[in-house]
């Protein structure tokens, strides 16, 4: 393996994904970094700002963590190691991080759970799970109108268990259906949505190595994000 | 002075907008280039700051069209983002502001005469 010094710099930097991890970190850091010194000193508004300076380091840390778990996996060829995960617990887990993060937009959240008399089990990846999650209802409270409704809800098939959100945000640019699908546009300045799709692209590739796949359905009656993945039946639990 | 802010971030706008205010300015705020593009077309304002990834136009799109309107000479333009060492075709006469070095407060009293 060569050192990062006896690497030619254009290597580094032609990277898309790097530059995107290095543009998406920077923000919340330079958010901090601004709360902090151009804080209001009193009291009260000091511990809002903690709190949010709190919030900000743990969204930055959890998509170093992401990155690193995918990078590992995908760099040492191994395939991921697939449990039963209830895709409801999950679901539920990532809804109460969103209503920590964010109490106001997180109103606009309605979820639907699979009902208690269907398993909700799906063969995958705790971790991985909780973080599409988050990501993509992060993403979409973050980018719809303020006034409209995201939905979650979570519905199986056969084969399947799968977990949608749905907003009437402005509509899914193709840079990230590409991210979500696994494409990283490279050496271009119109990204979408005002982010560098990282967060999607990574969604995208923890989907892919618990056996999944992404759907994106982008346009005028809104748009839905639909995960499937392999259903754990009842029966092969025993 | 009439202050236009283009920043998706939710925070990060906030803190613009509230530096801009303290600063003794009136102070609009829009979260995507749509939206600004819109606004343009009805009132053109003294000091445009805007971050570079927004959703429906970036930051050097939405000057290039606020470059095809009339009587835009006197405007200042701050782009304002964590990229601002890495964007290419940045217009002439158009300020590239790190935002990981230089802070709401410290931007508003900069662009402030």
């Known amino acids: 393996m060569k050192?990062?010094?006896?690497?030619?710099?254009?290597?580094?930097?032609?990277?898309?994904?790097?530059?995107?991890?290095?543009?998406?970190?920077?923000?919340?850091?330079?958010?901090?970094?601004?709360?902090?010194?151009?804080?209001?000193?009193?009291?009260a508004k000091l511990h809002e700002e903690y709190q949010k300076i709190g919030q900000l380091s743990d969204q930055a840390l959890a998509m170093v963590s992401d990155m690193l778990s995918v990078y590992k996996l995908q760099a040492s060829q191994q395939e991921l190691p697939l449990t039963p995960v209830s895709a409801n617990?999950?679901?539920?887990?990532?809804?109460?991080?969103?209503?920590?993060?964010?109490?106001?937009?997180?109103?606009?959240?309605?979820?639907?759970?699979l009902p208690k008399r269907e398993l909700s089990l799906i063969l995958g990846d705790q971790y991985f799970l909780r973080r599409c999650f988050s990501n993509l209802l992060g993403n979409s409270l973050k980018y719809s109108d303020p006034r409209t409704k995201v939905v979650a809800k979570i519905f199986a098939t056969?084969?399947?268990?799968?977990?949608?959100?749905?907003?009437?945000?402005?509509?899914?640019?193709?840079?990230?259906?590409?991210?979500?699908?696994?494409?990283?546009?490279?050496?271009?300045?119109?990204?979408?949505?005002?982010?560098?799709?990282?967060?999607?692209?990574?969604?995208?590739?923890?989907?892919?190595?618990?056996?999944?796949?992404?759907?994106?359905?982008?346009?005028?009656?809104?748009?839905?994000?639909?995960?499937?993945?392999?259903?754990v039946r009842q029966q092969a639990l025993f | 002075m009439k202050v236009l802010i283009v920043e998706d971030d939710h925070?990060?706008?906030?803190?613009?907008?509230?530096?801009?205010?303290?600063?003794?300015?009136?102070?609009?705020?829009?979260?995507?280039?749509?939206?600004?593009?819109?606004?343009?077309?009805?009132?053109?304002?003294?000091?445009?700051?805007?971050?570079f990834f927004l959703p429906g136009h970036n930051g050097v799109e939405l000057v290039h069209e606020l470059k095809s309107y009339t009587d835009t000479s006197e405007v200042k333009v701050y782009l304002y983002s964590a990229h601002a060492s890495q964007i290419e075709n940045v217009p002439k006469g158009i300020i590239s502001i790190d935002k990981t070095k230089v802070t709401p407060k410290e931007l508003a009293a900069y662009a402030s005469p």
């Open chain 1, 3 to 43: 050192r990062v010094d006896e690497l030619q710099s254009s290597q580094l930097f032609d990277n898309a994904a790097f530059m995107a991890a290095a543009h998406d970190l920077k923000v919340p850091l330079a958010t901090i970094r601004s709360i902090v010194l151009d804080s209001d000193k009193t009291a």
């Open chain 2, 11 to 51: 925070n990060f706008a906030k803190m613009l907008k509230d530096s801009f205010l303290a600063a003794g300015h009136k102070v609009k705020l829009l979260f995507d280039g749509k939206q600004a593009v819109n606004f343009l077309n009805k009132s053109i304002p003294d000091i445009i700051v805007l971050d």
């Open chain 1, 89 to 113: 617990n999950e679901l539920r887990f990532a809804v109460n991080q969103a209503k920590l993060f964010d109490k106001l937009n997180s109103r606009r959240l309605k979820v639907e759970y």
């Open chain 1, 158 to 231: 056969d084969e399947y268990i799968s977990c949608q959100i749905a907003d009437n945000g402005p509509q899914i640019m193709d840079d990230d259906t590409a991210a979500l699908e696994g494409e990283l546009s490279t050496g271009s300045t119109k990204r979408s949505a005002g982010n560098s799709g990282l967060g999607l692209l990574l969604t995208g590739e923890m989907v892919r190595l618990m056996k999944g796949s992404v759907s994106v359905d982008s346009g005028n009656s809104g748009n839905f994000i639909t995960i499937d993945l392999p259903r």
